[in-house]
């Protein structure tokens, strides 16, 4: 609930100095600020977790109010792919609170069916061995749900752009930190 902060009235003349104007401001809204910041910290987790920015396409893994590390990633390019009048797909990395429900180390990639239209294919089967990709999500895999992931890349070179169907990509040295440090129900904050 959005609350309202109260401004106190001041006589302005020119005799009043800018600097009076301000500390009156900023006294009339320390209590507000206050009981903002305290709300703030309850809302904190208290263990490790990680706030991924998808606009500047960076991460900062944060542990007892410090950022312990921070980098680029990848995230949505918000690219649209049709299939026709049938189906369509946006890749972009949703926004929200998150939390890690799976991690796999060496995980094997499942092509969703937008990957074969994506590339011109034919799409198979639901269990077709061309499914089955390895290798190419890095050394680990830490599930958000839904199909998101943070993870890894053979494509290094494009950390630090928007260019994913909606997971995350870390570099090798940042996701084995990451894997390393984020537990099973550890908070993902994505905005």
Same mark, same amino acid.
């Given at each position: 609930?959005?609350?309202?902060?109260?401004?106190?009235?001041?006589?302005?003349?020119?005799?009043?100095?800018?600097?009076?104007?301000?500390?009156? @401001?900023?006294?009339?809204?320390?209590?507000? @600020?206050?009981?903002? !910041?305290?709300?703030?910290? $309850? @809302?904190?987790?208290?263990?490790?977790?990680?706030?991924?920015?998808?606009?500047?396409?960076?991460?900062?893994?944060?542990?007892?109010?410090?950022?312990?590390?921070?980098?680029?990633?990848?995230?949505?390019?918000?690219?649209?792919? $049709?299939?026709?009048?049938?189906?369509?797909?946006?890749?972009?990395?949703?926004?929200?609170?998150?939390?890690?429900?799976?991690?796999?180390?060496?995980?094997?990639?499942?092509?969703?069916?937008?990957?074969?239209?994506?590339?011109?294919?034919?799409?198979?089967?639901?269990?077709?061995?061309?499914?089955? !990709?390895?290798?190419?999500?890095?050394?680990?895999?830490?599930?958000?749900?839904?199909?998101?992931?943070?993870?890894?890349?053979?494509?290094?070179?494009?950390?630090?752009?928007?260019?994913?169907?909606?997971?995350?990509?870390?570099?090798?040295?940042?996701?084995?930190?990451?894997?390393?440090?984020?537990?099973?129900?550890?908070?993902?904050?994505?905005?």
């Amino acid at each position: 609930m959005a609350s309202k902060i109260g401004i106190s009235m001041v006589s302005f003349n020119k005799t009043t100095p800018d600097n009076t104007i301000a500390d009156s @401001l900023s006294l009339a809204t320390s209590s507000e @600020l206050k009981a903002i !910041e305290k709300r703030l910290v $309850k @809302l904190t987790p208290k263990s490790i977790y990680i706030v991924v920015n998808s606009t500047a396409n960076e991460f900062y893994l944060i542990e007892g109010g410090v950022v312990v590390s921070q980098g680029k990633c990848s995230t949505g390019s918000y690219v649209l792919l $049709k299939n026709g009048d049938l189906q369509q797909w946006i890749f972009k990395t949703p926004k929200g609170e998150f939390k890690i429900l799976h991690k796999k180390k060496n995980p094997v990639w499942k092509k969703p069916d937008w990957a074969f239209i994506e590339e011109g294919l034919p799409v198979p089967g639901i269990n077709h061995s061309s499914r089955f !990709e390895y290798g190419v999500l890095g050394d680990y895999a830490l599930s958000l749900g839904d199909g998101y992931l943070i993870h890894g890349t053979i494509y290094q070179r494009f950390i630090g752009l928007p260019v994913t169907h909606g997971c995350i990509r870390l570099n090798d040295e940042n996701l084995a930190l990451i894997y390393k440090k984020l537990n099973i129900g550890s908070k993902v904050y994505l905005f």
